[in-house]
């Protein structure tokens, strides 16, 4: 394993220097004993690899690609605990889309098990509402205090909006392929009717939630119809697919014209990255027998479309009537 990781440093490896000595340095050590590394007669730690990758710029599971085939190396996304990381968060997130609105066949493919978080993060109660049950969530402090939403958004930070509304802008300039089911809508539903029920969301601001879920399905539906992102400066095309067989997984693949890339959710918000090509290959041909499994709801005909939001619409009818009547919400 070790003779073909280091064949492969040495292609990757410039030509106006010795590939031992380019060793040496980026290890901070001796010719002797780069040497007997490149030849084979010392084996390389997992240190000094990490070390080699890292300075040629490959990916780790270069490390893993000459041997088994079912191990690769995943990257986890930073933890976040409160406010301010919560707020870094959608700041990092945005540096990682932004590129792709500079690569004109880039698109991201979203299976959706709950609403994508960019359809949400406008200047609305929704969007608040959707900081308060994630902070409710991750942030141990925020979870055992009563602080009801109604108080959170006297107390939240512009700072944090501004992040959150830049993250939701960036996403109408990259193509996107989106993949629901029925129940996508179900999660944000019942979030509205848990805190409402608890005592910690007011009558008032709930029903402006409905409204504003009820306003994102509206923009949803004229995307989706029209085949292209409202707002875009790129001309960015949408697809939305829905699915009525599978439950879907809330798993994002980003393709770009020299690469793959996908995320798998892990908590809340945090997901594995997992960058390893045989791997997002296999993802990426998932996901297009998935949608070939799915319809078009463009292609699908005005009656399948009208059917799919009206039952969308539906649901959030009966989330109102719940909650003028104040009574328990049932989804079926």
């Known amino acids: 394993m070790q003779k073909q990781f280091i064949t492969y440093l040495r292609e990757k490896s410039g030509e106006n220097t010795s590939f031992i000595e380019e060793i040496a340095s980026v290890l901070d050590i001796g010719y002797d004993a780069a040497y007997r590394r490149v030849n084979l007669k010392t084996n390389l730690s997992l240190e000094e690899s990490v ?3 890292k300075h040629y710029k490959i990916s780790l599971n270069k490390l893993f690609e000459i041997g088994s085939q079912n191990n690769i190396l995943t990257d986890l996304s930073p933890q976040i605990n409160n406010q301010t990381e919560l707020e870094l968060w959608f700041k990092q997130s945005f540096n990682n889309v932004y590129p792709l609105t500079k690569l004109k066949n880039s698109v991201i493919i979203y299976s959706a098990k709950d609403i994508p978080l960019f359809h949400t993060l406008k200047d609305t109660y929704l969007s608040r509402y959707k900081i308060y049950v994630w902070l409710k969530d991750i942030d141990p402090t925020m979870t055992k205090s009563k602080l009801s939403f109604d108080e959170f958004l006297k107390s939240i930070p512009n700072s944090l909006l501004e992040s959150a509304f830049a993250l939701g802008e960036i996403y109408k300039n990259v193509n996107t392929t989106e ?3 029925n129940t996508t809508i179900n999660g944000t539903l019942q979030q509205v009717i848990y805190y409402f029920e608890s005592g910690l969301l007011s009558k008032d601001i709930a029903l402006k939630i409905c409204n504003d879920i009820e306003d994102v399905f509206n923009h949803i539906e004229k995307q989706a119809i029209q085949q292209s992102m409202i707002g ?3 001309q960015s095309t949408y697809n939305l697919y829905l699915n009525e067989i ?3 997984s809330n798993t994002i693949m980003v393709k770009t014209p020299s690469r793959k890339v996908f995320f798998a959710p892990f908590t809340v918000l945090s ?3 997992i960058d390893h090509q045989p ?3 296999l993802m990426y041909k998932f996901l297009q027998n998935f949608m070939s499994n799915s319809k078009l709801l463009v292609n699908a005909g005005e009656k399948d479309r009208t059917l799919f939001f009206n039952r969308m619409h539906r649901k959030i009818n009966k989330l109102r009537d719940q909650i003028n009547a104040n009574e328990p919400f049932n989804f079926e």
């Open 51 to 53: 070390i080699l990758a």
């Open 179 to 181: 993949i629901w089911n």
């Open 232 to 234: 875009s400066k790129n």
């Open 246 to 248: 599978h439950t879907l």
């Open 271 to 273: 997901y594995f990255k």
């Open 279 to 281: 791997t997002c290959d």
